[in-house]
């Protein structure tokens, strides 16, 4: 059993808090990406994980092992960084049998492991290049094959990709999925602030903030119920709009009022004072000609995403992003616009978790 267990854990550095009370557990053989922006302190959480670090508080569990006081070397995780960190002057060979050496492993076990290793990432044919030899991808598996070869019970990835161009990046997401997951089965703890990687490869995503643990949850969890505005915004692209107003019951009806607009919304709500609405920029109706309940907007400019473009719309001092209808063409100034009913969110304003 390889599951990884943080109980209350907190580190701090001095006076910065990198990671505060986190409570997580990445079950036996599940791929859990931890995603958040730069400094939200998943790295640290992977490096007390892997024993590079010792929590504050809090315990680390691994299996039904208590790490706490374990020796990274005795932890059975393997670690993979952004650099791969290969030894520069060990032939690839050399890199991947490195490890068993340093276990002990008899000479001709080892030949056998790096071999099986080798074949099983396709880079047999590499084994007596120097890794400077090698392209990105290729150093990638050297450092992937040099941490499977001890058959670690959990393997822990911090930004794996983020030194491969865009192409070998897409094509090693897959590759890494699949080995992880389908073929070995192992616990995986990945780490990164690329939401694309994080909702193609994870079982569950835990998405941090400032230290904090904001949501966990699977893919389509974090992305359909945002637990609360900043999962909402990080997650989605571009970023979900928010704009601050109450709901008022009226006749029935309940109503978004934002004051420039109103927006009747599907569900029944109390009336409450101080509330955000949230709604992606892909779940707007916009259109050229004035229209019933849209709301009039300048375009301040039309930004191309692939095939999609969206359209920025001043708004208060704040800027509405939609995506406009293919038909529309890029000649527009003007355009009318309205969140789909069925597709808002209500968060409330002073907490901005979601209530609705
Ligand atoms: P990034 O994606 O930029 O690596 P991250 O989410 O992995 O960011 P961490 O590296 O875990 O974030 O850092 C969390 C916080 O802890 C940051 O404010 C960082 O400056 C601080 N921190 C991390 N390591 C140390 C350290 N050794 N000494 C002091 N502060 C540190």
Known sequence: MARVLLKNVTKKFGNV?????????????????????????????LRMIAGLETPTE??????????????????????????????????????????????????????????????????????????????GGQQQRVALARALVREPEVFLLDEPLSNLDAKIRTQMRFELKKLLSYDLGITTIYVT?????AMTMADRIAVMNKGVLQQVGTPNEIFYKPANTFVGTFVGSPPMNLIEGEIIVKDNKTLFN?????????????????????????????????????????????????????????????????????SMGTSVKEVYWKPRADRIYIFDAKTRELIY
Request: net charge negative.
């Open 193 to 197: 602030h690329d939401q694309v990687e």
């Open 258 to 326: 934002a004051g420039e607009f109103l927006l009747e919304l599907p569900m029944e709500m109390e009336a409450r004072e101080k509330v955000i609405l949230g709604f992606r920029p892909q779940h707007v109706e916009v259109s050229k000609d004035a229209k019933e309940g849209f709301v009039k907007g300048k375009l301040l400019g039309i930004e191309k995403l692939g095939v999609e473009s969206y359209g920025h719309i001043p708004y208060g001092n704040l800027e509405i992003v939609v995506q406009l209808p293919e």
């Open 58 to 135: 809090g315990e680390i569990w691994i299996g039904d092992q208590l790490v706490n006081e374990i020796d990274p070397t005795k932890r059975n995780t393997a670690m993979v960084f952004q650099s791969y960190a290969l030894y520069p002057h060990m032939t690839v060979f050399g890199n991947i049998e490195f490890p068993l050496r340093m276990a002990g492993v008899p000479k001709q076990e080892r030949a056998k492991k790096v071999k099986e290793v080798a074949e099983f990432l396709g880079i047999s044919e590499l084994l007596n290049r120097k890794p400077s030899e090698l392209s």
């Open 17 to 45: 808090i990198a990671v505060s009370r986190l409570n997580l557990e990445i079950k036996d053989g599940e791929f859990m990406v931890l995603l958040g922006p730069s400094g939200c302190g998943k790295s640290t959480t």
